[in-house]
């Protein structure tokens, strides 16, 4: 019903920066949430940024001071900006969203996920 585009994942070194987009499109009408995780290989997918359709966020304490999620409802887009990045922030970065709080499989929705690497 909902599909998620990622753009923007890339190589960068230390320090510097990159965008993430994500564009929803299908069912759009009652995505609440939009945000991002990410997963290393053997690592639980763990949340970076949520933002909610009201503009309330919430972020990942490790990104704090470094990233900022924000929303433009009117593209159905989310965008993380990564600033200041480390070696540790290297993950396939997952678009996220939901309906009805998502709390049922079938209301939580996932993009394929884009790499972002981050060299030291």
């Known amino acids: 019903q909902v599909q998620l585009v990622e753009s923007g994942g890339g190589l960068v070194q230390a320090g510097g920066s990159l965008r993430l987009s994500c564009a929803a499109s299908?069912?759009?009408?009652?995505?609440?949430?939009m945000g991002w995780y990410r997963q290393d290989p053997g690592m639980q997918r763990d949340l970076v940024a949520t933002i909610t359709n009201t503009g309330g966020t919430k972020y990942a304490d490790s990104v704090k001071g470094r990233f900022t999620i924000s929303r433009d409802n009117a593209k159905n887009t989310v965008y993380l900006q990564m600033n200041s990045l480390k070696p540790e922030d290297t993950a396939v970065y997952y678009c996220?969203?939901?309906?009805?709080?998502?709390?049922?499989?079938?209301?939580?929705?996932w993009g394929q996920g884009t790499q972002v690497t981050v060299s030291s």
């Open positions: 299908g069912s759009i009408p009652g995505i609440n949430t």
């Open positions: 996220y969203a939901n309906k009805f709080g998502g709390l049922r499989p079938e209301y939580r929705y």
